[in-house]
């Protein structure tokens, strides 16, 4: 999982500023927070989020309470919140628009789902499983969806890793999420992450592109102005 974190952060490394105290966190119901004195935190903060500040983390509860347990192999299944490390400065919505444009843009060398603006649903279906089946194959990172919400730009895609380098094609293969959150005048990361083990690509691509819409969508919430 730390490696594919490792590049997104990477890609994620932009002159903005996420000042958090300011900020209210909440998460969907089914997830665990690990603190900031666990050990599974400060790993991922030194590996996963080098170039930024994790804020928080979140695990699914099933997994948390493995993972307290002694069974951290098991933990295939995170939430990270993050800010990128840079000047403690304001950031007007259309700063935050400017970095998820610029987010889509580093996308640019990745496969995408064919799509046409006659598509019926089957066919957007045949799109999609082509795409994935086609990513699957050959190792190659697909860029599965990119939508914007209510709250949040959200970039979901498939990253491979060969475990056996050039000697064969054992692919390690990730699906992460990234959903770019304005709030209060700053900008936050929330990055779902699932590493497949043999799962259906579909399923955990849609699991970590909900996920990290519920995230964004709570933070929003409760960072909302109160009506008057």
Known sequence: MKTAFILLMSLLALPFA???????????????????????FAESQKNAVQRGRLLKMYLPQYMAHQYRHGNSTLVTR??????????????P?????????????????FATVPRGRMDTPAQEIEHRQSAL???????????????????????????????????????????????VLPVKEKV???????????????????????????????IAKVNAPEKK
């Not at 996420?18 to 599974?40: K, V």
């Not at 779902?192 to 819409?213: F, K, P, Y």
């Open 18 to 40: 996420a000042h958090a105290e300011e900020i209210l966190f909440a998460a969907p119901s089914g997830f665990a927070e690990i603190e900031g004195t666990e050990a599974l």
């Open 78 to 91: 995170q939430v990270l919140v993050c800010s990128p490390l840079a000047a403690n400065v304001p950031v």
């Open 93 to 109: 919505p259309k700063g935050a628009e400017l970095l998820a444009r610029s987010l889509e843009g580093m996308f640019m060398g």
């Open 133 to 179: 089946k086609k990513s699957l194959a050959s190792g190659s990172p697909l860029l599965y969806s990119s939508q914007r919400t209510p709250s949040a730009w959200i970039y979901t895609f498939l990253i491979h890793y060969n475990m056996e380098g050039n000697a064969g094609k054992n692919f390690l293969t990730t699906a992460l999420s990234c959903a």
């Open 188 to 218: 936050l990361f929330i990055t779902a992450g699932s590493i497949m083990e043999g799962n259906d690509a579909q399923s955990e691509l849609e699991w970590v592109r909900d996920t990290a819409g519920s995230f964004a969508s709570a």
